[in-house]
């Protein structure tokens, strides 16, 4: 009996070392505690010994100085086990520093360096660096349209017709939009990136539906594993055979397209539900 409880205590005490935010991530950032984020910034040689799980707590540190309520489980349990961390739920962005921002900039970058595939929030630290498909992987529907988006939202470029995509942006300290963003500010190897992310969400998503499928489907039923992305009005005005109605209503759709906006709306819903647990 008393081996067993021996060897329990040893479990318990291994899960604990190992899991996010336990005692090994604890020391790694033990002396981080006391760090005036506001005012020194941090050197690259003081991430370079961190791993992911660090410098994912790392940053939360910086946010949470500030009250910042985080929903990843793992920032959310370790500053919880801080004393000094207050939640505020009115935290916004602004409340950053220059000097935290810069930071934080650094330590997304290392980041991102770590990540076996491109991960949202990562595109920054590519900005001139060529993207292959290999190091893009797979992702969610969701975070597919968050990195097509991101290299755009690094300029400024604002998501009006998307309202879920514009909030996830302005969500981001580095997020600065613009009411003049041009298509043009992008550099010609962002431009190469958009296209591999674009060819390789392609691939991934084999039956799903791509907008310019549209008409293939007037008259069937689009199913969940078809459907790719939203159509924004901008997308189709590019096509000669789009001829806008002014008196459009809902009157106006057959039976089967009200079923496929149905399903295109389920999709947006679940777009949003699956961003809730990106962060950063």
Not at 47 to 70: A, M, N, P, S, Y
């Amino acid at each position: 009996m008393l081996k067993a409880s021996k060897r329990f205590l040893a479990i318990g005490f291994i899960a604990l070392v190992l899991a996010p935010g336990g005692l090994m991530a604890q020391d790694a950032l033990e002396k981080w505690g006391t760090f005036d984020f506001q005012a020194t910034a941090i050197k690259p040689d003081q991430l370079k010994d961190l791993t992911l799980e660090d410098l994912k707590l790392l940053r939360g540190l910086i946010f949470g100085k500030h009250g910042r309520v985080f929903k990843d489980p793992a920032i959310r349990q370790y500053l919880a086990a801080r004393d000094w961390y207050k939640p505020n739920p009115d935290f916004k962005n602004s409340m950053l520093t220059a000097v935290e921002r810069q930071s934080l900039d650094l330590i997304r970058d290392a980041e991102a360096a770590q990540h076996d595939q491109v991960q949202p929030g990562d595109l920054r630290h590519y900005r001139t660096k060529l993207l292959t498909r290999k190091k893009l992987g797979t992702h969610s529907n969701a975070e597919w349209i968050v990195l097509r988006a991101e290299l755009e939202a690094i300029h400024g470029k604002r998501f009006e017709n998307d309202p879920w995509l514009q909030q996830y942006f302005d969500e981001r300290y580095w997020y600065q939009p613009s009411e003049k963003y041009d298509p043009k500010l992008l550099s010609e190897l962002e431009r190469k990136n958009l296209q591999t992310i674009a060819a390789a969400q392609k691939l991934q998503r084999r039956l799903r539906l791509s907008p310019g499928d549209r008409e293939l489907f007037e008259n069937r039923r689009i199913s969940e594993l078809m459907f790719k992305e939203p159509w924004l009005q901008k997308y189709f005005s590019s096509f000669d055979w789009y001829k806008p109605d002014p008196e459009f209503t809902e009157n106006s759709l057959n039976a089967i397209e009200k079923r496929n906006i149905a399903t295109i709306a389920a999709y947006e819903k679940k777009a949003v539900s699956e961003m809730d647990v990106i962060e950063g």
